[in-house]
């Protein structure tokens, strides 16, 4: 069992910098690939950013892609999204999630354990 713990998020004007941050629980962190989702009011999840068990593979979504940083500390089992030149568009609750596979993956169902979400407002 898996349990994560999301922080950092607020209300940020356009333009601005917030970097989120997920604890987990658990012993085996450094086995799990780790996600990063968001929904927006009326919208489903979708996808974010991804990373590999090691940190030596990431995915992006195309619409934070060259924004958004994703990474880990494996000695901190804590992971990491910087969020840079936010978009009021990025205005969403943002999840932590944890795969317990290997791989690194992109799709919600992929996801084995979930944190509660911390809100990110972005103004204009």
């Known amino acids: 069992q898996v349990q994560l713990v999301e922080s950092g998020g607020g209300l940020m004007q356009a333009g601005g910098s917030l970097r989120l941050s997920c604890a987990a629980s658990g012993r085996t962190f450094s086995s799990y690939g780790m996600g990063w989702f968001r929904q927006a009011p009326g919208k489903e999840r979708e996808f974010v950013s991804a990373i590999s068990w090691s940190g030596g593979t990431t995915y992006y979504a195309d619409s934070v892609k060259g924004r958004f940083t994703i990474s880990r500390d494996n000695a901190k089992n804590t992971v990491y999204l910087q969020m840079n030149s936010l978009k009021p568009e990025d205005t969403a609750v943002y999840y932590c999630?944890?795969?317990?596979?290997?791989?690194?993956?992109?799709?919600?169902?992929?996801?084995?354990?979930w944190g509660q979400g911390t809100q990110v407002t972005v103004s204009s």
């Open positions: 999630a944890a795969d317990q596979g290997f791989g690194v993956h992109t799709t919600v169902r992929a996801y084995d354990y």
